[in-house]
């Protein structure tokens, strides 16, 4: 087998293992892992602005706008204007967000974060270089994405 094949048998098995854990995602907890990821987040110091979401996950207003929306109309989100600052909107998770939270499955990140902090740095930065330069060539660096392992859209719902 050559290098070509090689590579592309390993990204297959990436894109495989995002797809299986996004399947398991949904089935146990019945959330998409960017909807897990809002409400970790949330759930990290009790509320979050859009706006800290938006940073802190690398997508723009508008994707967030979305994601609030489905986790709202599930009863998961609670949306309270900010009682200093009326043009602000603070995010609150429900107890069913919380329980949902505690009930998904270990998320696929968490595992590659454990592991790639435990690379020593030079090896971190191969791999972040390879991983850019295989988002060029498959003209993918100018993607709406957050740092959450997922398929599909990120603003999708099941």
Known sequence: MDRTDISLIALRRILRATEMYSRDLAREAGLTAVQLRVLQIVSEKGYATPTELSQ???????TISVLIKKLESKGLLTRQQSEQDRRQTRLGITP????KVRAAPDALQQRYVKQFEALDDWE????????????????????DASPVLAVGDIDRSH
């Open 56 to 62: 802190r996950m690398g997508v723009t207003q508008a």
């Open 96 to 99: 069913e967000g919380i329980a």
């Open 124 to 143: 971190q930065a191969m791999i972040v270089a390879v991983l850019e330069r295989v988002s060029t060539m498959l003209d993918a660096k100018d993607i």
